[in-house]
């Protein structure tokens, strides 16, 4: 038996709160939704856990974009849920800054409850743990570590270690992204490779969210684009890491 996906919805419109929580539990997900961020971090400091979080962006107060950027603060104990973002604001930029902010996913408002649940399961299923393989190919449940120019992913916890020891979380989405690159070192990646792996079938893509999550990877790992260790781009084509492994 499966546990039911547990759900925080924050919109401080009630009509949308109610109608969006009775579509999901239809599809068997357990949705605690609430009105603002303050409501939200009261729920975090109570120590409730949650799968993922749908983030209104206009918002009384703090708006989600704000949240959200609080929530990804480098030892925050919830920086790893991911979040989609629900917005009225549909655009191109609207939907790049969301990326920009720490989001891993964005719809725009009105959205059909279907594609809802068809994103939510997605990016889930993007962001679960894999078990690891060893050299002989067999499956390693434990946690593992690539070590590259004093920097250590743990693959398990889904965060960054630099040599001094200092935690960096990661998004589902720079972690995947950094994930790809250390399993491709000195490869180049495409952005229709990047985009296949980042975000499968079936997802809103564009070319313009890869190149933000490489910034936002870039300012991470403290990789200056101009005169990159790690992260090289190849215009017109796509990107190569060029850091050395451990």
Known sequence: MHKNIRVLLVDDDP??????????ECYHMDVVSVASGEDMFALFRKGELFDIILLDIMLPGEDGLILCKRVRTPGY????????FLSALGDTVDRVLGLEMGGDDYIAKPFQTRELVARIRALLRRSRRTPC???????????HIISFEGWHLHTLERHLEDEDGVIVPLSTMEFRLLN??????NMVLTR???????????????????????????????????????????????????????
């Open 15 to 24: 009509a949308i709160r109610e109608l969006t929580t009775r579509s999901l």
């Open 77 to 84: 104990p919830n920086t790893h849920i991911p979040i989609i």
């Open 133 to 143: 393989r060893d050299e002989s190919g067999h499956t390693d449940s434990r946690e």
């Open 180 to 185: 790809l690159f250390l399993s491709h070192p």
């Open 192 to 246: 229709e490779r990047i985009l296949d792996h980042m975000c499968g079938q079936g997802q809103d893509i564009y070319d313009r969210s890869i190149d933000v999550q490489v910034s936002r990877l870039r300012g991470k790992l403290r990789d200056e684009s101009r005169s990159p260790r790690l992260i090289r781009t190849l215009r017109g084509t796509g990107y190569m890491f060029i850091g050395k492994l451990a």
